[in-house]
Structures are given as C-alpha cells and as structure tokens.
C-alpha cells in the first residue's frame, strides 16, 4: 500500500500542538537505538478511575468509540486544546485508566482479536496522534484482553535500527539514487527531484506511521522520505508476529514498494 503523496500533501496544514513537540523526537534519519512502540503508559487504579469519571468534563460522556462486537470500548476522560488527554478502557467489563493522548480529529480505531496466537483474544488500540503536510502519525496499544495489562510491541524506531538500511547519493541536480535492503532483499531506484537543496545520506522516517489489521495481524505502514519538507519516496509495510521468547510483537515480514515517478 503506497501512500499517495499527493493525498498527504493535500492534508490539512493544521499541526496540533502536541504534535510539534513530538515530531522532532519521530523523524529519524541514521537510528542506533530502538524503544517501545508503545509510549510507557501510566496506569492509574480503579479508585483514581473513579474520581477521573467524577471529575470529567461532561460534555465527553457521549464520547466513546468501540470494537465492532462492543466488547472493548474507550472514552476520553479530559479534553485538551488539540488532543484527548486521558482516557478510560473498558474490556468486557473489567476497566482500566490510562495517561494516552491523541488527536480530537481522527477517531480511534479499535479492534477485538487475537494477535498473540494464544487463542485469547487482545484489544488494539490505534490512536492519530496528529496530522499535516506530509505527516500521519498514529500510536499503537495492545492490551491484555483480561487485565488490561499492556503488552509489548517493537517500535518502528527498533525494526528500522536493526533491520532496514537506506541509502542516498546524488546522481545530478534533478536525480537521486536509492538503495535499500532489508531482510536479505534489495532495492535500488532512481528518484527524480527538481532543484536538488539538501544533503541526505539516508532515508528519513517517521513522517508517517500507520498501523492497521489485517487478518489478525498488526500491520505498519512506514513513508520515507527525502528533503526538509518531506517527499515521500516509498513505504515499508511492516507485519507483526508474537514471540513467546520475548514476550513481545515483533516484526516478522518487511516489505518495501516504491513511489513510482
């Protein structure tokens, strides 16, 4: 699935705030280190639930977003500027609280099924941190379909650390040359870019990071780009399996499809 340049740039040129913070933090070139996926979450207990849903503001109690079958539903308990600041989750009745945050735009995208291969099945959580110009970053939460225990998932900043390589060299003033390799696979194209004003030695990512399910896997889109203002030269899509060794979602296949132009 590549993601249409166009469609990004036509995107709304509105940046929430909380965006601008994290974006810097998001845009890699060169990464040597790899963190969770997942931003470590705060888990409150059901006695601070309790006053959060006291305390809300009461304009958001109409506001919940579910699973397709109901059985994993969540609800934002504060509301800032931009962004939902907190919520509360609800998985067949039994209720957690979390310090999550994302944008009041885009809604969540939610889902009920099994992706550790354990016959049990988990909640995913996929929240839009924020969108603009070329950006689309989204925000996964797999949770433990009986305490709500969150389970681990390799970010995109680990995989691309230790399994993706990228390279760039200038051909002429209008050309690029690409390599890529990952996974015992390469990849070599010619980019065509008009008044060449940068220098890049590698692709940058993190501009766009969209997750989504299919046939109950986790799935990640990864756009990489090239120039400040980013030009979208491909995606990598990611797909994720359990291992029972790290007790974590890991990458499994990494595929690479071009732009072409």
Not at 212 to 233: A, D, E, H, R
Request: charged fraction near 20%; glycine fraction near 8%.
């Amino acid at each position: 699935m590549v993601i249409n340049k166009l469609t990004l740039f036509s995107a709304s040129i509105l940046m929430f705030g909380f965006l601008v913070g994290c974006s810097k933090d998001q845009m890699i070139n060169s990464p040597s280190t790899g963190t969770e996926a997942t931003t470590e979450s705060r888990v409150t207990t059901n006695s601070q639930l309790e006053n959060h849903m006291n305390t809300a503001n009461p304009s958001l109690d109409a506001k919940s977003w579910s699973s397709e079958n109901k059985e994993v539903k969540l609800t934002p308990v504060k509301e800032g500027q931009y962004s939902y600041e907190s919520v509360a989750v609800d998985v067949n009745g039994v209720d957690k609280a979390f310090d999550w945050s994302f944008s009041t735009i885009e809604d969540p995208r939610i889902y009920y099924t099994d992706v550790t291969g354990d016959g049990k099945e988990e909640a995913v959580i996929i929240l839009n941190k924020g969108k603009g110009t070329g950006l689309n970053i989204d925000e996964l939460h797999v949770l433990n379909g009986t305490d709500l225990s969150e389970i681990q998932v390799q970010s995109y900043q680990e995989i691309v650390a230790g399994q993706i390589e990228t390279g760039v060299t200038r051909k002429n003033d209008q050309t690029l040359s690409i390599k890529i390799k990952s996974q015992g696979k390469e990849h070599q194209f010619e980019y065509q870019v008009a008044g060449i004003n940068f220098k890049q030695d590698k692709l940058s990512f993190g501009g766009v990071v969209y997750y989504w399910m299919k046939n109950q896997q986790i799935v990640t889109t990864l756009g990489v780009s090239v120039g400040i203002s980013p030009q979208y030269v491909g995606d990598f899509q990611i797909t994720y399996k359990f291992d029972q060794a790290e007790n974590k979602l890991i990458a499994d296949q990494i595929r690479f499809e071009p732009v072409h132009r």
